[in-house]
């Protein structure tokens, strides 16, 4: 792996000592003049409106979510942005909404020729992952273990058998590390092979008909009542464009699961056990899924939001530093009590602080060009991150980083900065060179038990082979450290409710010194004489080089 160039690293601590947030020394005048500065005015006017009950929580398929997508065009344009997809703004992603109708199906499980007596919501839940409003199935159920195929492991679950028309039953998670191997699988970490979303994808590689994760609160790292929440008479949204899913998708209880693998003659905690080794082979259930599978199927256009502010050297402005942050929230839900799912923190935050970054950035070009993207529907999968990977309006090739902006600091000025999965390329580097231009340091690392770095937006750009990674709050608060962290706690329990509301009380200290460093961190990317590398041997690097 290449070394970055010191001279780089040494010129931007230089250049980014004049924004240090808190400042303990006074810059050079022309490095003031001539390095962007994040104003508060414009974030808190800007986070104030989107999180406004005007814009009713910018919800997918909703009129809150036009109208969010309409402020965010108008804004980029005052901002001095220039359209990124020839003379507009917008690009547009194809999505269908999907809500199950259990009461209209007879879908069932199926063993020794008896049906199970399953409640949907209560012990199972399931919906097309096709788009597709009516299906009929008659498909055996194939247990998979970890359903993962992961060559740098020397892992393959399905070890070549023709699955083409079953249904899979698997795990979610990795195969657990052991005293042998602790750091198989990333050890403790979760990888993006233990993400549901990751099983979904690797079914429809297999050729199955569809796929049931059983369900754990320790393996999934969350309550059944999550699972229920996301899909028991809810619309669910997916990509119209692209590869499909396996024509079902769904979820079963522990205790749905015990019943069916006895009724199919199997132990459960026997095959867990199995399934631990790489030696594991898929075991027939001698069970399975019939009936029909009803849907209300819509298709609706979102948009994603892109501004651009053109590089200045005639080489590198071929080459670009995207800035993200995901617009949509929740939106409105409900017929009683609060309907508005605002999403103030998650994330009008982010998309505030893209507009007033932007703002800055116009008037101070960097040698390689930056854009500002705004993405649809996060919130339902990263659809609008995924949507601009797989159709990008700037190459893959040519972008030399992603950072990526979900929920920022509202609390206090920190000492420290989050920057996890930066560690994964050279961005770990000029980020720790960013935080110490800013007298700060990069938040400690800590295990991730829940798979943070595959769930936000950054992570479709990743899987391209982009180097890429949200920017987090950091947690060593200045000031009356009780009080912050009372106020860090009382926000986890606003976590995607209704009650995630702008606050005109809010010190904005904090939110200013969180995009300052993300603004720092793409000029230093923006500026430096070539685009950051993935570390040697990571999975994520291998997709660039192809």
Known sequence: MQKLFPSVLAAAISASMALSFPAHAAAPKAAQQKQPKVQEAPLRAHLAFLASDLLEGRGTGQRGGDLTVAYLETQALAAGLKPVAGKSYRQAVQIAGVKSLPAESSLRLEADGAALPLAYGKDWVWAPGDA??????????????????????????????????????????????????????????????????????????????????????????????????????????????????????????????????????????????AAESKDFQPVPLKAKVAGDMKAAVRRIEQFNVAGMVPGTDPKLKDEVVIYSAHWDHLGKQGTEGDTIFNGAIDNASGSAALLAMAKEASQNPARRSQMFLWVAAEEQGLLGSSAYASAPLWPLAKTAANLNL?????????????????????????????????????????????????????????????????????????????????????????????????????????????????????????????????????????????
């Open 406 to 546: 979900d929920s920022l600091n509202f609390i206090a000025v920190t000492r420290d900065i989050g920057a996890a999965g930066s560690e994964r390329t050279e961005l770990g580097k000029m980020a720790e060179a960013t935080a110490k231009a800013m007298h700060m340091v990069i938040s400690e690392a800590k295990p991730d038990l829940s798979g943070g770095y595959f769930r936000s937006d950054h992570f479709s750009f990743a899987k391209m082979g982009v180097p890429a990674f949200s920017i987090t709050g950091g947690r060593d608060y200045l000031g009356d450290k009780a009080a912050a962290k009372a106020k860090a706690e009382g926000y986890s329990k606003r976590y995607h409710q209704a009650s995630d509301e702008y606050d005109p009380s809010w010190n904005m200290a904090g939110m200013v010194q969180h995009a300052q460093f993300a603004l720092n961190l793409g000029r230093m990317v923006a500026d430096a004489p070539r685009m950051p590398e993935w570390k040697a041997g990571d999975a994520f690097g291998k997709a660039r080089a192809k």
């Open 132 to 273: 597709q409003a009516a299906h009929t199935l008659d498909a055996e159920l194939v247990f998979v273990g970890y359903g993962t195929t992961a060559p740098e492991e020397g892992w393959n679950d399905y070890k070549g058998q023709d699955l083409k028309g079953k249904v899979l039953v698997m795990m979610v998670n990795d195969p657990q590390p052991t005293a042998e191997q602790p750091n198989r699988f990333g050890g403790k970490a979760l990888t993006y092979y233990g993400r549901w979303t990751y099983k979904f994808e690797e079914a429809a590689r297999q050729g199955a008909a569809g796929v049931l994760l059983i369900h754990t609160t320790p393996s999934a790292s969350y309550g059944w009542s999550v699972i229920q929440n996301s899909w028991d008479n809810v619309e669910r949204f997916q990509l119209a464009q692209g590869d499909a899913g396996t024509g079902l998708q769904g979820w079963l209880t522990d205790d749905a699961a015990r019943a069916l693998f006895k009724a199919g003659g199997q132990d459960l905690d026997a095959l867990r056990a």
